[in-house]
């Protein structure tokens, strides 16, 4: 009975939920059970008591939803992966989480992630790393990784995570779901505890495109209380195409070629194989700026990071340590809570990022980095002047074995490679399953100009249901504690 | 010895009286508890994005039109990093290479911009000095913290700590009369830092300036930068040279002390405020910011001197608006015989005030704007003398009341030119008879113990200028 709550999809629960079928408190219970016996560490707070009944007739009527850590939410845990924040309990909630669960999607957990969104392998959470659960000797990705693999692994129906570089996207590519950066500003950032502020925008995680579509229509809008925030011009349709005929796919040389392994390149043109089956045209374009958009971003990113964690100075809230000797030394009180309460990327990029910012130095660094980013944004204006969406693999390699790069934060970043160009343009990108290279999912992103959601989604549905990817051993597998996670089998054990 | 000149630009800070804070809903206070006026947002907290303030815009835009500047169409936040415990994001969203207004003039002075920016929160030193120094704790009131402020600065323009003072009076004037602020520098909602340097006249090269913070008073200013022109004209001529430094000045001891020299400048490492949208400043905006001007002190003086009153009468009058409001109203009231423009500016500027208390308005005398113009309109047209209506003027300071009744009851209207006043002058002339010889003789300075005498005897009522011509008839001269 509950092995069979956990396979309904979100929109096929949110069916189910609105036909009376099931109960939403009983769709909660099943999840709370899993999420309370898991062992991927997916979570780092998940509810209890008693949830409060859906509002009559909302339209996801009880959906139970995993929220990252970093999405402030009233009362409860919101550490955004820091020892800086933590047990820190804001007084009010993300505006997105609040849309979500008006429209009926309760918090059911929170979920694991980089510590401040700063990583692409969870391993730089101060609460310990996330396990694939497709292998748990690798990493899920990151910086959603809890999101990510809690979805993948059957722990949650869908959840929300944010994305600044690539962290949705890689994150889902690594663990086998479906991932979604929207248009920057489709979604309000109030409440999300920010990274990268240009950059930063909340997504779903899901476990197919349509759950994708569903979460992002009850997440889209503007509010008054972000003001880079955005009226979406229409409403988000759930996808029904099957076919890609007319659709042009540009596939630019610089993110499909150097530095994408063997496995997830086979993977990749396999799949654009079975596009054209569909009626896709495919060709290949050109973002020559695009190799140097990690560069850009690794100026751009940080500089926002030092000022926006410039709050985090034991005054108010969180960590705070004095300095014993020196009670009354501000300064010392600063240096000592910073130290101790950051974790070392987070540090790195402080200092890179106040560097860059620094007088002198402004003008070489953010500035030529702001240029670049221009020159991106226009490579991609001219590119979908000729085709509808752009076609790369999502992340350069499949799931990394845990530690094979936390010594080398150049072999890290560059597992945004492929996604950081379209976080630059602040255009959408979905990410959604491909194949399996070595046993361990591909991802594929399709991205479009800005606001083109609805079309994004329709194709990327239509390769979805063509390639008839199948998630369902891993997701399975997580909470039961198998020794091979592929091996796991439907059982819903922790349930 | 070489003679200085002093070269002067200020830069002040005005909150702003809009009813919320720049960047969130919290209602602006003052004197309220502490911290019951926050938010997320101006606290800082994890997540909250500023959303700016419409009517600070709006505000912004009056001040730019005021004194002239050239409005951008476009402008942008800039964010201003630095630690300190009243600044709970570590930064200050501020505007940095793309002001609001751009240029302009008040009077004399140039001004070089005028841009939005957020205050930040008021910390409160406990312990036995209330200095920072010495304290054993401080606290953080995030009340004020987010309080909309304009920053003006202007050109170095200014050339004395006097003509400093008289410049801001002007200003503060200007920016009530917009309604933009209460501009009470007690209250800190007006503060000024000046940029003071010194050159030998005549020379054009600027000197080293230093940056002297925030006093709290017209009074301290033109201290403060007295005091630092003369620090700094000690320094040159004993063959010393001026460091580049901020200070601050001490009210109470006179001192001035460093509060950190150019090595240790800040780098705030300005960059554009990713969480704020550019300022489009459209049409709409400025016709609204257009249609919301008052009548600004400089146009208010060019009218009074068309009234007739002298220059010095007229830009007083402006530039202290309350001033010149009352007198307006007493100008205004319907009284006959009116009085005559300049005369009855001479009673507000000079008989009333000298009668009331420092900083005391005439608005908040007993003496009404309608009494006193009745009063001045009763000197000019000769029905009391110019003695007489002081001392009425002095029971009017007292106890308030109508002129009329006062001169009535106390029996004080002139003398006219008939019997009685010439008898009286005649006894003057008897009772003094040294005066007398001196008169003849032609010394027309000895005449005064004779009309004192007049005037005693009359009780004042006898009017100045017919006395004299009494004498003159009476001793045939």
Same mark, same amino acid.
């Given at each position: 009975?509950?092995?069979?709550?956990?396979?309904?999809?979100?929109?096929?629960?949110?069916?189910?939920?609105?036909?009376?079928?099931?109960?939403?408190?009983?769709?909660?219970?099943?999840?709370?059970?899993?999420?309370?016996?898991?062992?991927?560490?997916?979570?780092?707070?998940?509810?209890?008591?008693?949830?409060?009944?859906?509002?009559?007739?909302?339209?996801?009527?009880?959906?139970?939803?995993?929220?990252?850590?970093?999405?402030?939410?009233?009362?409860?845990?919101?550490?955004?992966?820091?020892?800086?924040?933590?047990?820190?309990?804001?007084?009010?909630?993300?505006?997105?989480?609040?849309?979500?669960?008006?429209?009926?999607?309760?918090?059911?957990?929170?979920?694991?992630?980089?510590?401040?969104?700063?990583?692409?392998?969870?391993?730089?959470?101060?609460?310990?790393?996330?396990?694939?659960?497709?292998?748990?000797?690798?990493?899920?990705?990151?910086?959603?990784?809890?999101?990510?693999?809690?979805?993948?692994?059957?722990?949650?129906?869908?959840?929300?995570?944010?994305?600044?570089?690539?962290?949705?996207?890689?994150?889902?590519?690594?663990?086998?779901?479906?991932?979604?950066?929207?248009?920057?500003?489709?979604?309000?950032?109030?409440?999300?505890?920010?990274?990268?502020?240009?950059?930063?925008?909340?997504?779903?995680?899901?476990?197919?495109?349509?759950?994708?579509?569903?979460?992002?229509?009850?997440?889209?809008?503007?509010?008054?209380?972000?003001?880079?925030? $955005? =009226?979406?011009?229409?409403? @988000? /349709?759930?996808?029904? !195409?099957? #076919?890609?005929?007319?659709?042009?796919? *540009? %596939?630019?040389?610089?993110?499909?070629?150097?530095?994408?392994?063997?496995?997830?390149?086979?993977?990749?043109?396999?799949?654009?194989?079975?596009?054209?089956?569909?009626?896709?045209?495919?060709?290949?374009?050109?973002?020559?700026?695009?190799?140097?958009? $990690? =560069?850009?971003?690794?100026? @751009? /990113?940080?500089?926002? !990071?030092? #000022?926006?964690?410039?709050?985090?100075? *034991? %005054?108010?809230?969180?960590?705070?340590?004095?300095?014993?000797?020196?009670?009354?030394?501000?300064?010392?009180?600063?240096?000592?809570?910073?130290?101790?309460?950051?974790?070392?990327?987070?540090?790195?990029?402080?200092?890179?990022?106040?560097?860059?910012?620094? =007088?002198?130095?402004?003008?070489?660094?953010?500035?030529? !980095?702001?240029?670049?980013?221009?020159?991106?944004?226009?490579?991609?204006?001219?590119?979908?002047?000729?085709?509808?969406?752009?076609?790369?693999?999502?992340?350069?390699?499949?799931?990394?074995?845990?530690?094979?790069?936390?010594?080398?934060?150049?072999?890290?970043?560059?597992?945004?490679?492929?996604?950081?160009?379209? =976080?630059?343009?602040?255009?959408?990108?979905?990410?959604?399953?491909?194949?399996?290279?070595?046993?361990?999912?591909?991802?594929?992103?399709?991205?479009?100009?800005?606001?083109?959601?609805?079309?994004?989604?329709?194709?990327?549905?239509?390769?979805?249901?063509?390639?008839?990817?199948?998630?369902?051993?891993?997701?399975?597998?997580?909470?039961?504690?198998?020794?091979?996670?592929?091996?796991?089998?439907?059982?819903?054990?922790?349930? | 010895?070489?003679?200085?000149?002093?070269?002067?630009?200020?830069?002040?800070?005005?909150?702003?009286?809009?009813?919320?804070?720049?960047?969130?809903?919290?209602?602006?206070?003052?004197?309220?508890?502490?911290?019951?006026?926050?938010?997320?947002?101006?606290?800082?907290?994890?997540?909250?994005?500023?959303?700016?303030?419409?009517?600070?815009?709006?505000?912004?835009?009056?001040?730019?039109?005021?004194?002239?500047?050239?409005?951008?169409?476009?402008?942008?936040?800039?964010?201003?990093?630095?630690?300190?415990?009243?600044?709970?994001?570590?930064?200050?969203?501020?505007?940095?290479?793309?002001?609001?207004?751009?240029?302009?003039?008040?009077?004399?002075?140039?001004?070089?911009?005028?841009?939005?920016?957020?205050?930040?929160?008021?910390?409160?030193?406990?312990?036995?000095?209330?200095?920072?120094?010495?304290?054993?704790?401080?606290?953080?009131?995030?009340?004020?913290?987010?309080?909309?402020?304009?920053?003006?600065?202007?050109?170095?323009?200014?050339?004395?700590?006097?003509?400093?003072?008289?410049?801001?009076?002007?200003?503060?004037?200007?920016?009530?009369?917009?309604?933009?602020?209460?501009?009470?520098?007690?209250?800190?909602?007006?503060?000024?830092?000046?940029?003071?340097?010194?050159?030998?006249?005549?020379?054009?090269?600027?000197?080293?300036?230093?940056?002297?913070?925030?006093?709290?008073?017209?009074?301290?200013?033109?201290?403060?930068?007295?005091?630092?022109?003369?620090?700094?004209?000690?320094?040159?001529?004993?063959?010393?040279?001026?460091?580049?430094?901020?200070?601050?000045?001490?009210?109470?001891?006179?001192?001035?002390?460093?509060?950190?020299?150019?090595?240790?400048?800040?780098?705030?490492?300005?960059?554009?405020?990713?969480?704020?949208?550019?300022?489009?400043?459209?049409?709409?905006?400025?016709?609204?910011?257009?249609?919301?001007?008052?009548?600004?002190?400089?146009?208010?003086?060019?009218?009074?001197?068309?009234?007739?009153?002298?220059?010095?009468?007229?830009?007083?009058?402006?530039?202290?608006?309350?001033?010149?409001?009352?007198?307006?109203?007493?100008?205004?009231?319907?009284?006959?015989?009116?009085?005559?423009?300049?005369?009855?500016?001479?009673?507000?500027?000079?008989?009333?005030?000298?009668?009331?208390?420092?900083?005391?308005?005439?608005?908040?005398?007993?003496?009404?704007?309608?009494?006193?113009?009745?009063?001045?309109?009763?000197?000019?047209?000769?029905?009391?003398?110019?003695?007489?209506?002081?001392?009425?003027?002095?029971?009017?300071?007292?106890?308030?009341?109508?002129?009329?009744?006062?001169?009535?009851?106390?029996?004080?209207?002139?003398?006219?030119?008939?019997?009685?006043?010439?008898?009286?002058?005649?006894?003057?002339?008897?009772?003094?008879?040294?005066?007398?010889?001196?008169?003849?003789?032609?010394?027309?300075?000895?005449?005064?113990?004779?009309?004192?005498?007049?005037?005693?005897?009359?009780?004042?009522?006898?009017?100045?200028?017919?006395?004299?011509?009494?004498?003159?008839?009476?001793?045939?001269?």
């Amino acid at each position: 009975m509950s092995a069979d709550l956990l396979e309904l999809s979100a929109a096929a629960a949110a069916r189910e939920l609105a036909a009376g079928e099931i109960a939403a408190h009983e769709l909660l219970g099943v999840y709370r059970a899993r999420a309370v016996a898991e062992e991927l560490n997916c979570f780092t707070w998940v509810g209890d008591g008693e949830a409060p009944a859906p509002p009559p007739g909302s339209p996801l009527g009880g959906v139970p939803l995993a929220v990252k850590d970093l999405f402030c939410t009233e009362g409860v845990p919101s550490q955004s992966g820091s020892r800086i924040l933590e047990g820190y309990r804001p007084p009010y909630t993300a505006t997105v989480v609040e849309r979500l669960r008006a429209a009926g999607a309760p918090l059911l957990a929170k979920t694991n992630q980089d510590e401040f969104a700063m990583g692409s392998s969870n391993e730089n959470s101060a609460f310990g790393p996330v396990l694939n659960p497709w292998d748990r000797t690798r990493v899920p990705g990151g910086s959603s990784g809890g999101s990510a693999a809690a979805v993948a692994a059957g722990l949650a129906p869908w959840a929300l995570g944010t994305d600044t570089g690539g962290s949705i996207r890689q994150p889902a590519a690594l663990c086998g779901i479906v991932g979604m950066k929207p248009t920057y500003g489709a979604v309000s950032r109030y409440g999300m505890i920010a990274f990268a502020s240009s950059l930063d925008q909340a997504g779903p995680l899901t476990r197919d495109v349509t759950d994708a579509a569903l979460m992002l229509r009850h997440m889209i809008g503007r509010d008054k209380r972000d003001a880079t925030s $955005l =009226s979406f011009p229409h409403e @988000i /349709a759930l996808p029904s !195409a099957e #076919s890609l005929a007319g659709v042009r796919l *540009g %596939v630019p040389a610089e993110l499909s070629g150097e530095g994408i392994e063997d496995g997830v390149l086979d993977s990749f043109m396999a799949a654009l194989r079975r596009a054209e089956e569909l009626g896709a045209e495919i060709e290949q374009v050109s973002l020559p700026h695009a190799p140097h958009a $990690l =560069s850009a971003y690794y100026v @751009i /990113a940080p500089a926002e !990071a030092s #000022s926006n964690l410039a709050r985090f100075d *034991g %005054v108010r809230y969180g960590l705070r340590i004095d300095d014993p000797a020196h009670p009354n030394d501000l300064l010392g009180m600063y240096t000592r809570t910073r130290h101790d309460g950051f974790g070392a990327e987070v540090k790195r990029r402080i200092m890179l990022g106040t560097y860059a910012l620094s =007088s002198g130095y402004y003008d070489a660094y953010y500035g030529r !980095a702001q240029r670049v980013r221009t020159k991106i944004v226009e490579d991609f204006r001219s590119v979908f002047e000729r085709v509808d969406f752009v076609v790369t693999p999502t992340s350069p390699s499949v799931a990394f074995p845990l530690g094979s790069r936390t010594g080398d934060p150049l072999a890290m970043y560059l597992s945004d490679f492929c996604t950081v160009p379209m =976080s630059l343009a602040g255009i959408p990108a979905i990410s959604i399953p491909c194949g399996l290279s070595e046993g361990l999912p591909v991802g594929l992103q399709l991205a479009g100009p800005a606001f083109s959601e609805n079309k994004l989604l329709d194709a990327a549905h239509a390769i979805e249901r063509k390639l008839a990817f199948d998630p369902t051993p891993a997701r399975m597998a997580g909470g039961a504690g198998g020794p091979d996670a592929r091996d796991g089998g439907s059982a819903g054990a922790g349930a | 010895m070489t003679d200085f000149e002093p070269v002067i630009g200020l830069e002040i800070h005005i909150q702003l009286a809009t009813r919320t804070k720049m960047f969130c809903g919290c209602e602006l206070s003052f004197g309220d508890p502490p911290n019951t006026h926050t938010c997320p947002v101006c606290l800082g907290l994890p997540g909250a994005l500023p959303v700016a303030n419409a009517r600070a815009i709006h505000f912004g835009l009056m001040i730019g039109l005021a004194v002239g500047s050239q409005l951008a169409p476009r402008s942008i936040f800039h964010r201003k990093n630095y630690f300190y415990p009243d600044l709970p994001k570590g930064y200050q969203i501020s505007q940095y290479d793309e002001p609001l207004c751009l240029g302009g003039q008040l009077a004399e002075v140039c001004i070089h911009r005028v841009h939005l920016e957020e205050d930040a929160a008021k910390l409160v030193h406990v312990g036995a000095s209330g200095r920072i120094h010495a304290s054993d704790a401080s606290i953080v009131d995030f009340n004020r913290g987010g309080t909309p402020l304009a920053e003006i600065v202007t050109e170095p323009d200014l050339r004395s700590a006097e003509q400093a003072g008289e410049w801001l009076r002007l200003l503060r004037t200007t920016m009530r009369q917009l309604g933009v602020s209460d501009v009470n520098m007690e209250e800190g909602s007006l503060r000024c830092d000046a940029n003071i340097s010194v050159r030998p006249v005549g020379t054009r090269e600027l000197g080293t300036k230093t940056e002297l913070k925030n006093m709290n008073s017209f009074r301290f200013i033109e201290r403060g930068i007295r005091a630092e022109i003369a620090r700094q004209e000690d320094i040159l001529r004993s063959g010393g040279r001026v460091e580049q430094e901020t200070l601050h000045y001490d009210p109470d001891s006179g001192r001035i002390t460093s509060l950190r020299s150019k090595e240790q400048a800040h780098d705030y490492r300005y960059f554009p405020e990713p969480d704020l949208v550019p300022v489009a400043v459209d049409r709409q905006m400025l016709d609204d910011a257009a249609a919301a001007m008052p009548e600004l002190p400089a146009a208010r003086a060019q009218r009074l001197e068309q009234l007739g009153l002298s220059e010095e009468s007229a830009r007083r009058l402006a530039f202290e608006g309350e001033l010149g409001d009352y007198f307006e109203q007493a100008l205004a009231a319907e009284v006959d015989p009116a009085p005559a423009p300049q005369a009855l500016a001479n009673w507000v500027l000079a008989d009333l005030l000298a009668r009331l208390d420092d900083g005391q308005s005439p608005a908040d005398s007993r003496v009404t704007p309608a009494a006193l113009a009745t009063l001045s309109g009763m000197v000019a047209a000769k029905q009391v003398s110019v003695g007489a209506a002081r001392q009425v003027l002095d029971r009017l300071v007292a106890e308030g009341g109508d002129p009329a009744s006062i001169i009535e009851v106390e029996g004080l209207s002139a003398l006219d030119g008939g019997d009685d006043l010439a008898a009286v002058v005649a006894a003057a002339l008897a009772a003094n008879a040294d005066a007398v010889e001196r008169v003849k003789a032609g010394n027309a300075k000895a005449i005064g113990p004779i009309v004192g005498y007049v005037m005693r005897e009359t009780k004042g009522r006898a009017d100045g200028g017919e006395v004299t011509r009494l004498v003159g008839e009476q001793l045939g001269i």
